[in-house]
């Protein structure tokens, strides 16, 4: 494979899809990293995989600190050189973020397309991305990771510089001497800051459009699923509401939050909302962008934190979830912990030790049903609370508090007086709290 001087920024790095694409993947075990660097490797080969390359090989260096010019090294990088040429690898892709200076001097070495941990994940999302909503906010996220960037990725800006900008007097900038090289990245930035505002405008009407979606919903109970990406996510949402949901063994299957209702015991139900995995070092430009799809999550009653009790670092995909949810601002909300596919875990050893640091969680299997009638129990006694009785008072022009009380109570006595009904119920106490702070004109005269 051989690339003319700067063909590669032009031709390689406008398309930063993987797909079929072999691939060599690098990475860096650093003394004072925060993560174990062979799983991480692991899990760079899993999202390689998701998003359609080939590995054909894997380095893994051990260092002090990264080097400022090649990350890895120099002599480092030659092999890479090498491993890529005997290999044919059309890219390299590293488990870190690296910056566009390295990029370009690996990508020279090397002679093929390179990108790093951050390019990776949202090139999933952009391919995954299948409603106009997803599309806007991985495009957003795309530009404002790579924005920063240009004047290090794309070299062909400075190659087309004027005859007065390649000379002497054009480096000191005498009159005339600009050339349409800088004009052109000032161009460039530009049309990107542009495209950035009118997107994170379209994105806040949608955001707008949600919150109000997700506040209709409020005298229903809602719950939303989270958890680390391929811990099970959509197929217990398909378990407990039959929604079709697409499920496949592979990191960020779906992108698109889905809410259905979910039926539980004793005529209760919820509003149950399927969201996008998280995952661990997970782009901060991508949290926010699809701030607007984790929006059920962010106004949820319940959250159901899916933890896959099969993987080897459960406990810290765990952690990373937790970190996430923490940034959205979701760290005090009411919180069930679900052991998934414990049916099949292998190491009996690591889910007692995971039982102990989660004493409250419940373990499951959504895809044999092991666990569920638990879980639905629990749940269903969080959506009624302890029974009572009562006796409500209110308007019969309020049709949706009737409507509320007919579907949550059951009804003992209606008396009629004019315009108002006064009620004797049987229903739960948390039904009514909400019935309070829904309905603040109804009245509730006793409460046993």
Known sequence: MAFEAGQLETDQRDNLSVELERAILVGVDLRDADHDAIESLHELQALAESAGAIVVDVMLQRREHVDAKYYIGRGKVQELAARAKERDAEVVIFDDDLSPGQLREIEASCQCKVIDRSELILDIFASRARTHEARLQVELAQLEYTA??????????????????????????????????????????????????????QIAQIDRRKVRQVRARHEHFNASIVGYTNAGKSTLMNALTDAGVTTEDRLFATLDTKTRRWNLDGGNYALLSDTVGFIRRLPHHLVASFRATLEEAIHADLLLHMVDASSPVAWEQYQAVTAVL???????????????????????????????????????????????????????QLVAGPPCRATIRLSTTDGRAMAFLEQHAEILRRQYDGRVVEMDIITGSTILTRLRQNYPSSQILQCA
């Open 148 to 201: 920063p960037r240009l004047r290090g990725m794309w070299t062909h800006l400075e190659r087309i510089a004027g005859a007065g900008g390649a000379t002497g007097a054009g480096v000191v900038g005498g009159i005339g001497t600009r050339g349409p090289g800088e004009r052109q990245i000032e161009i460039d930035r530009r049309i990107v800051a542009r495209r950035v505002a009118r997107l994170r405008h």
């Open 326 to 380: 923490k940034e959205l601002g979701c760290a005090g909300h009411k919180t069930l912990v679900l052991l998934n596919k414990i049916d099949a875990a292998q190491d009996e050893a690591a889910v007692q030790v995971l039982r102990h640091r989660l004493p409250d969680a419940i373990p499951l299997s959504a895809k044999t049903g092991a666990g569920l009638p638990g879980l639905i129990e629990e749940v269903r």
